[in-house]
T-cell receptor, first 109, second 114 residues
Framework: GIQVEQSPPDLILQEGANSTLRCNFS?????LQWFHQNPWGQLINLFY???GTKQNGRLSATTVATERYSLLYISSSQTTDSGVYFC???????????FGAGTRLFVKA | SQTIHQWPATLVQPVGSPLSLECTVE??????LYWYRQAAGRGLQLLFY??????ISSEVPQNLSASRPQDRQFILSSKKLLLSDSGFYLC?????????????FGAGSRLTVL
């Protein structure tokens, strides 16, 4: 099956710093999403981005489908950004969405 | 607007007891429905998905089963729980005729098997 690798696995930031999270995938996809899981376990969809670039406030994401990777940018990080960020992909022609292992982010005040 | 409900939110069960987790979606029809499990500190593992009533696809052999008795209801069950069934269970739905299979998750059910 398709492999999804996220890096780094853990990240500690000082409040106000910027960061880039990476997601590599092993096969062509027709769907890529970024999620944030808060400390209570709730998963929130951040972006649906099978290709191109999107921005939402301090967050932006870019997917280069031909090179099989996606990047999530967090600017001016805040303590509320803490949690786990997941990349999830759906292989072309399928219904199954497969998750990476996540990047655990902690933002210090 | 669409909403997804999961219950119970938390449960503690003895080994060998049965399990039933329920998920319902409101405000849409014929959604794709999913059950994921998250072990402590790890990523999400797809357990089951369903594209219609009575249609269940299983992703991993295990001690669990799923059923979809109604269009917007998805149930995860076990006849006899194992210690390894402990985890955080998440239900999700998606629907987009254009093929953008965007997942929306419920709040999750945290299961501890003792």
């Amino acid at each position: 099956g398709i492999q999804v690798e996220q890096s780094p696995p853990d990240l500690i930031l000082q409040e106000g710093a910027n960061s880039t999270l990476r997601c590599n995938f092993s096969d062509s996809v027709n769907n890529l999403q970024w999620f944030h899981q808060n400390p209570w376990g709730q998963l929130i969809n951040l972006f649906y981005i099978p290709s191109g670039t999107k921005q939402n406030g301090r967050l932006s994401a870019t997917t280069v489908a031909t090179e099989r990777y996606s990047l999530l940018y967090i600017s001016s990080s805040q303590t509320t950004d803490s949690g786990v960020y997941f990349c999830a992909v759906e292989r072309t022609g399928g219904f199954k969405t497969i998750f990476g292992a996540g990047t655990r982010l902690f933002v210090k005040a | 607007s669409q909403t997804i409900h999961q219950w119970p939110a938390t449960l503690v069960q003895p080994v060998g007891s049965p399990l039933s987790l329920e998920c319902t979606v409101e405000g849409t029809s014929n959604p794709n429905l999913y059950w994921y499990r998250q072990a402590a500190g790890r990523g999400l593992q797809l357990l089951f998905y369903s594209v219609g009533i009575g249609q269940i696809s299983s992703e991993v052999p295990q001690n669990l089963s799923a059923s979809r008795p109604q269009d917007r209801q998805f149930i995860l069950s076990s006849k006899k729980l194992l210690l390894s069934d402990s985890g955080f269970y998440l239900c999700a739905w998606s629907q987009d005729p254009s093929g953008a299979n965007v997942l929306t998750f419920g709040a999750g059910s945290r299961l501890t098997v003792l």
